[in-house]
């Protein structure tokens, strides 16, 4: 079992900046591919970036591309999501996931945690 928390969402004015981290803890040698999602009301939840655990490769949806950061910090267990020139149409509840094998599905994901950018 592997267990996330996330942490660091808020309230801030469009063209801010905000991080979110995301605590890992449990069986977290096993973790393959940290991800970071998001569900808007209304809409589907839709990946926004992730981070291969071993070497960093990263990915991003098109729509942050240049405007979020995706990082780890493996001593601290740790992933985060860096989001400047943040638009309204960002606000979402954000997800951090965790998948074990490159092919899997993301089995663990957290709580999630509220950003909303308002105009």
């Known amino acids: 079992q592997v267990q996330l928390v996330e942490s660091g969402g808020g309230l801030v004015q469009a063209g801010g900046s905000l991080r979110l981290s995301c605590a890992t803890s449990?069986?977290?040698?096993?973790?393959?591919?940290m991800g970071w999602f998001r569900q808007a009301p209304g809409k589907e939840r839709e990946f926004v970036a992730s981070i291969r655990w071993s070497g960093g490769v990263t990915t991003y949806v098109d729509s942050v591309k240049g405007r979020f950061t995706i990082s780890r910090d493996n001593a601290r267990k740790t992933v985060y999501l860096q989001m400047d020139s943040l638009k309204p149409e960002d606000t979402a509840v954000y997800y951090c996931?965790?998948?074990?094998?490159?092919?899997?599905?993301?089995?663990?994901w957290g709580q999630g945690t509220q950003v909303t950018v308002h105009s």
């Open positions: 449990g069986r977290t040698f096993s973790i393959y591919t």
């Open positions: 996931a965790a998948r074990v094998t490159a092919g899997d599905v993301y089995k663990y």
